[in-house]
């Protein structure tokens, strides 16, 4: 008996498998056949004798007990393949429902195997209420749990089926936005492409009026060139036609860049050639002394810090005496006497100073443009040589060196220089003197500092020497006004600084 309730308690787990495999989409028929094998399988098992009472006579009661066990086993196939036949349908109908159609064939399995059980006790004799107590609480343990999962299963449905939704709307959106995105990042790339292709065609037409331009450039630059040429052929004709016969007019700029490479030319000469000499006044003869005292009154000051000044002072002392002093480079002192002689007299029958001025520099310019220039020449060279030498043996007495090829040589050009400067002055209808004449005041209209003072401090300063002379303007270009006074190029002096 107690083998049979075994069988029976092994049963219903099996019906219960069977049950739970319906919802899941398990198959009746293989539920059915499941079953059937293990009725066969359990119908084979050998049945245990048991004693009725207290008789110790042998029951040949296996096989009627075998009969209602299966008997009751075939109840309880057929009542658990209706319940999961039941179940299936239940279950493809409605999830709610078939729960609970379950749970009834469930207790009518329970109520047939509870059946077949009371036949088996009622022959037996056994206590069975206990296994019917057992048997309901652990299917309704089973219906519980099956319940529970199938609202789990309901819940992780619903679950997923709203995070699919959310993840399905969320990705919808991204892909909306996306696309949006696209969709304006495309039309401003077209919008960009055009413009670009109109820039690109503006740019084109701004190179193509660009060279019309340039061409057109070219065109006026020439017809200006054109226009200059005659403008200054027209200048020409104007100027040699107002002009007297030889008379020669040239702009102030003209001078003042002569004055400068002049000067230039000079410093750099003495630089060159008496840089390392030493200068040494104790050595030199009386009369060396006494000429460099008339050039230079105060040439002991420089002696012990400015020895390059002091000798471009002794040679420009000496240029302008010898050059620019000159009535006209090239005539004799007699002929220049002569020249000067009948200037007053001219001034004397009180005619103006620009009529007295135009006579000068026509003179001059016949002399200057005569073709016969034997005796100009001749006196030319022999006031070169004379400036060259004297200014040599002045440098050489005080300097204890001798002269050189190269250094007479360049000094010979710097003379030269000086004298087509001094004809090119003489030759003006205005009034140009180089002026080599300082007072003891600094004047910054006519004169520039060359030691390197500061300019607030100069008025305050005393001059000591005279580096190179001015080049100073009377009157205009015509000659006439003689009141007026300009300062073509400035007097480079030196100053000190006062204590």
Request: hydrophobic share 35%; aromatic share 4%; net charge positive.
């Amino acid at each position: 008996m107690v083998h049979r309730t075994g069988e029976s308690h092994r049963r219903h787990p099996t019906a219960k498998r069977a049950h739970q495999s319906a919802p899941w989409g398990g198959s009746s028929r293989n539920a059915e056949s499941d079953l059937k094998k293990r009725k066969g399988t359990m119908t084979t098992m050998p049945k245990t004798e048991k004693r009725r009472g207290g008789s110790h006579v042998l029951r040949t009661g296996p096989s009627r007990h075998g009969n209602v066990s299966s008997s009751s086993n075939d109840n309880n196939n057929n009542n658990s393949s209706s319940s999961m036949t039941n179940s299936s349908s239940s279950n493809t109908s409605s999830g709610s429902s078939g729960g609970s159609s379950r749970r009834r064939s469930s207790s009518s399995s329970s109520s047939s195997s509870s059946t077949g059980a009371g036949d088996d006790a009622h022959d037996s004799r056994a206590a069975t209420p206990t296994h019917h107590r057992d048997a309901s609480s652990q299917l309704m343990e089973k219906d519980r749990r099956i319940a529970q999962l199938e609202s789990e299963i309901s819940r992780m449905q619903l679950d997923f089926l709203r995070d699919e939704t959310q993840t399905s709307t969320f990705w919808q959106a991204k892909h909306s936005a996306l696309h949006r995105q696209f969709l304006e990042s495309d039309t401003e790339l077209r919008l960009l492409r055009a413009e670009g292709e109109r820039r690109l065609a503006e740019r084109d037409e701004l190179l193509h009026g660009w060279d019309v331009l340039r061409r057109e450039l070219r065109q006026r630059d020439d017809h200006v060139r054109r226009l200059a040429a005659q403008v200054r052929g027209l200048k020409d004709f104007v100027s040699s036609s107002t002009r007297c016969a030889g008379a020669q007019r040239t702009s102030d700029e003209v001078f003042g860049d002569a004055m400068g490479r002049l000067a230039n030319g000079l410093q750099n000469w003495v630089i060159i050639h008496f840089r390392r000499a030493k200068l040494d006044v104790s050595l030199a003869d009386e009369k060396t002394v006494l000429e460099l005292r008339r050039l230079v009154p105060s040439f002991e000051r420089l002696l012990p810090w400015a020895k390059i000044h002091l000798l471009q002072s002794v040679v420009s002392k000496v240029l302008v005496e010898s050059v620019f002093s000159a009535y006209f480079v090239g005539l004799s002192d007699e002929q220049a006497r002569d020249f000067r002689r009948m200037e007053r007299l001219l001034y004397s029958f009180s005619a103006p100073d620009e009529a007295v001025n135009q006579w000068r520099c026509s003179t001059l310019a016949l002399l200057d443009q005569s073709p016969d220039e034997f005796l100009l020449r001749s006196e030319t060279t022999a006031l070169i040589d004379s400036v060259v030498s004297r200014i040599n043996s002045l440098l050489d007495g005080l300097l204890c060196t001798s002269c050189n090829a190269s250094r007479d040589g360049a000094l010979r050009v710097l003379v030269n220089k000086a004298v087509d400067l001094g004809r090119l002055l003489a030759v003006q209808r205005a009034v140009l003197r180089v002026d080599d004449g300082i007072g003891s005041d600094f004047d910054a209209a006519s004169m520039e500092d060359v030691g390197g003072l500061d300019e607030d401090a100069l008025p305050a300063c005393r001059l000591v020497c005279l580096v190179f002379p001015a080049l100073i303007k009377h009157g205009d270009e015509n000659g006439a006004q003689m009141q007026l006074r300009n300062v073509i190029s400035k007097a480079r002096v030196l100053c000190l600084a006062p204590e």
